[in-house]
């Protein structure tokens, strides 16, 4: 049976719809990120303890004392985690996305409950919604809206879509037909019928489907943090791609408090605004008396509480730092320029771009970084959302990339050559010395090569080369996973003496931490060693010439690469940069040299 060619279909539709619709994403782009920036800004003016105070009154008027207390405690955890930004911005994509899929399926689902044909048309279209894999909405998010908030709102919104329209549907159809008729044999018009009957007997059900359109969005933001959307999500996407137990940890406990305070809330709010639900929970109350755990203020005591707190907040200036201007000095020449950073989790990455990072900010820039897989950052760098990046491995392993967004690029040139591609065992496998040696063996290393990222050049190159090459193609399945799991399983391994082969390149530290072997390549599967890249968006030299100027000139030794890798290395994660400050604190005039400013000493020009 022929082939169906439903992906190039797709495909071909989707890059019809960014040739010919890219005005009317731009304009979705452009509200979404102005909603976006406007809840975040929000979140973040006051002090995170203000806030975290505002947050737990609400939680003692719709549940009462305990829940108070209990929500205060959770967002001082998150704040003492030093991840309250990140949980804001987190939840500010949350509360957008889930006010964007409301606008959409509280209408759908009226519609659906009062048109069985519409229901019909909807359904299978929901079932696509609530099926689809999670990921493959970032696809055509990504081409649509490039990287960033509005890409991961709108890949959020659209998984989140489902239940609140299914509910609404449901909620409105359970309404008793007798209620209904008795409303219209009185007279009144469907549209006070809809307003007045079936959507108060409905909101129960309605709000059990935003819970869950809530739910299913904080379930998205970890899948939405691979294209930039930062937040909670950002950060477990880093622990993962550098194995990060301990952050990652951290990260979901911060996800953790925010679902379960949301899911609270708004179980809560149910109840506040359904006739039904203050009806029950009046009884309850009286039924076992009011204690001070269960007491709940009424809400004009809840408002001025938190008017309270505002305005203390507001005498002890707790709303951010006030503005002031700061005096300009030699060394100012970005003068609070922003630059945005990408860069994959390899260790030669992570380190150039917190050096660069560190670099631009002595010289009065503002840095941004943020962690992309290969694909997603060539993506945001053809499109102009991301300035530069300085992990590009040319003209082997970033190949593809290279030759798909080449033309919207600008080579900056390398700063770092030669480098190898190669699998690796370790030293006490005697008899494999090269990749020949692989063929028959594939039992002793359990048929298995232990890979990195799939996105990666070299992965491509080695399934689709160097395997054929050697004939180990059949007898050996290549590990996807990340570089931080494969180091992972190659200190395992290594400690307990047992066979491994994995893939590595040079440079990189893990040589000087184990004694391990690179497998000769007598065939050149591999090709000519690469050189190591900095690739930035068109025109970014000439908007920045300082910055090219420096870029262009940048170059590492084999020594300073791999000393700064270990610094970082040793340092741990989110320190980053703390570790690059200490590297050049013990090797004075680098930063001078790799970033010059005019009017400096020779001898600080010279140094290093």
């Keep these: 049976m022929p082939r169906l060619p439903l992906g190039d279909w797709a495909d071909s539709g989707v890059q019809w719809l960014v040739t010919h619709m890219g005005w009317l994403f731009d304009a979705v782009k452009a509200v979404v990120e102005g909603m976006y920036d406007g809840v975040n800004a929000v979140l973040t003016a006051p002090e995170p303890l203000l806030l975290a105070g505002i947050l737990a009154v609400l939680a003692w008027w719709l549940r009462g004392l305990v829940a108070g207390v209990l929500a205060f405690g959770g967002f001082v955890l998150v704040d003492s985690l030093d991840l309250w930004e990140r949980a804001m911005s987190t939840l500010a994509l949350v509360l957008v996305a889930t006010l964007i899929a409301l606008v959409l399926s509280v209408p759908l689902g009226i519609w659906a409950a009062r ?14 919604l ?3 894999p999670s990921m493959v909405l970032l696809i055509p998010a990504i081409l649509f809206f490039g990287l960033g908030t509005a890409a991961g709102v709108i890949a959020t919104l659209i998984f989140a879509l489902a239940p609140g329209v299914r509910m609404t549907e449901l909620g409105i159809r359970q309404v008793d037909a007798e209620l209904v008729e008795a409303a219209e044999a009185f007279g009144t018009t469907r549209r006070d019928t809809l307003l007045r009957v079936q959507l108060p007997l409905a909101l129960p059900t309605i709000m059990a489907g935003i819970n869950q359109v809530i739910m299913l969005s904080l379930s998205m933001v970890v899948i939405a943090g691979m294209v930039g959307t930062g937040g909670l999500g950002g ?36 109840a506040q605004i359904s ?18 755990w269960s007491h709940r203020p009424r809400p004009v005591v809840a408002v001025a509480g938190v008017a309270v707190l505002a305005l203390v907040a507001g005498g002890l200036g707790v709303f951010g730092p006030s503005s002031g201007t700061a005096e300009a000095s030699a060394t100012d020449i970005g003068r609070g320029k922003e630059i945005k950073l990408g860069y994959i989790p390899w260790d030669e990455g992570i380190a150039s771009t917190f050096l660069w990072k560190e670099l631009l900010e002595r010289r009065g820039f503002e840095v941004s970084t ?61 008899d494999v010395n090269s990749l020949a040696d692989l063929k028959g063996k594939s039992s002793a290393f359990k048929g298995k090569i232990v890979g990195i990222e799939p996105s990666a050049g070299m992965m491509g190159l080695l399934k689709d080369k160097v395997l054929g090459a050697y004939g180990l193609k059949g007898s050996y399945d290549v590990v996807d996973g990340s570089t931080p799991a494969m180091l992972a399983e190659l200190k395992r391994a290594y400690a307990k003496k047992e066979p491994i082969v994995v893939t590595l390149w040079s440079p990189h530290w893990a040589y000087s931490d184990y004694k391990l072997k690179k497998l000769k390549d007598p065939k ?25 100027a420096w870029l262009k000139d940048f170059s590492m030794t084999e020594k300073q690469l791999t000393g700064l890798e270990s610094q970082i290395s040793k340092a741990g994660k989110g320190k980053e940069q703390d570790a690059v400050r200490a590297w050049l604190d013990r090797n004075p005039g680098l930063a001078d040299k790799w970033a010059p400013v005019a009017g400096q000493g020779d001898e600080d020009q010279a140094a290093g």
């Design 115 to 128: 048109s069985r044909t519409v229901s019909a048309a909807l359904r299978p279209v929901l079932d696509l």
């Design 130 to 132: 609530q099926t689809m």
């Design 235 to 270: 950060a477990v996407n880093e622990a993962i791609g550098q194995l990060d137990i301990g952050f990652g940890f951290e990260a979901g406990v911060g996800i953790v408090v925010l679902a379960i305070y949301l899911d609270r809330i708004t179980g809560a709010l149910g």
């Design 275 to 292: 006739p039904l639900g203050r009806r029950a929970s009046a009884k309850a109350r009286a039924a076992s008396g009011v204690t001070v």
């Design 370 to 430: 943020t962690q992309y897989a290969a694909g997603p950052l060539y993506t945001g760098l053809a499109t102009g959302q991301i300035d530069f990046q300085t992990d590009s491995w040319l003209p082997t392993t970033h190949a593809e990339y290279w030759k798909k967004y080449g033309k919207q690029l600008d080579d900056l040139g390398s700063w770092y050559s030669p480098t190898s591609l190669e699998l690796t065992v370790p030293a006490y496998m005697k």
């Design 524 to 548: 050149g599967a591999w090709g000519k060693g690469d050189s190591v890249h900095t690739l930035s968006r068109k025109g970014f030299a000439s908007d920045n010439p300082e910055v090219g």
